[in-house]
């Protein structure tokens, strides 16, 4: 499934919002996770799953093609975690 | 300081964003989310293009450990949930929590 297609789903259950409406919402939604991770905020999902951003302390890393050491930066990347019930859900028969 | 977001807080950006009531807007987020988690037990790959992807791989069984006890447990057979970030979600991540 992708973005546009989620868009489909969500405007068949709605036919009463516009197209473009449905849209934004989708957008708006996607969005929000990101500013919120970019300010270095939780987005917890119940059910779905969590959004968190992790610290990769500095190190050093290697040129994998001349093998040099180089020095890699401290840096956050986005982590995301399942939710119990999502998990669950994938599990059942 | 970091806070955590919840569903309240995605329901009232699209509540701002759109001229929905409240109610409703809540009921769009729930909405988006389980389509979402309804493709992803059906075995489908989710892609948000410019957020990221979702994808649901099988692990075979295994011998587990207890990390306290030391104990062997059986993992069984089952199947997992994978999120991969886009580039986008990355960069601006790591260009927002810059030291």
């Keep these: 499934m992708i973005r546009s297609e989620l868009i489909q789903k969500i405007a068949d259950d709605n036919p009463h919002l516009y197209q473009r409406d449905v849209e934004r919402i989708v957008n708006t939604i996607f969005e929000e996770i990101i500013d919120a991770m970019a300010k270095g905020d939780r987005v917890e999902l119940r059910g779905f799953g969590a959004f968190s951003v992790k610290k990769r302390d500095a190190r050093m890393g290697r040129n ?16 995301f975690k399942t939710g119990k019930l999502l998990r669950d859900r994938l599990n059942e028969e | 300081m970091s806070k955590t ?3 309240m807080d995605l329901s009232e950006s699209v509540f701002r964003e759109v001229g929905l009531s409240r109610n409703e807007s809540a009921q769009l987020v729930e909405s988006v989310l389980s389509h979402m988690s309804d493709a992803l037990v059906a075995g489908e790959t989710v892609k948000i293009s410019s957020f990221g992807t979702f994808s649901v791989r099988s692990k075979s069984a295994r011998v587990g450990r ?3 006890t030391g104990d062997e447990a059986p993992i069984p057979a089952r ?12 960069d601006r991540v790591a260009d927002g929590n810059k030291s």
């Design chain 2, 5 to 7: 977001l919840t569903r």
């Design chain 1, 64 to 79: 994998p093609r001349t093998g040099e050491s180089v020095p890699v930066e401290e840096k956050h990347v986005p982590f």
């Design chain 2, 79 to 90: 199947r997992v949930m994978t999120f991969r970030p886009s580039h986008l979600m990355k």
């Design chain 2, 66 to 68: 207890n990390p306290k």
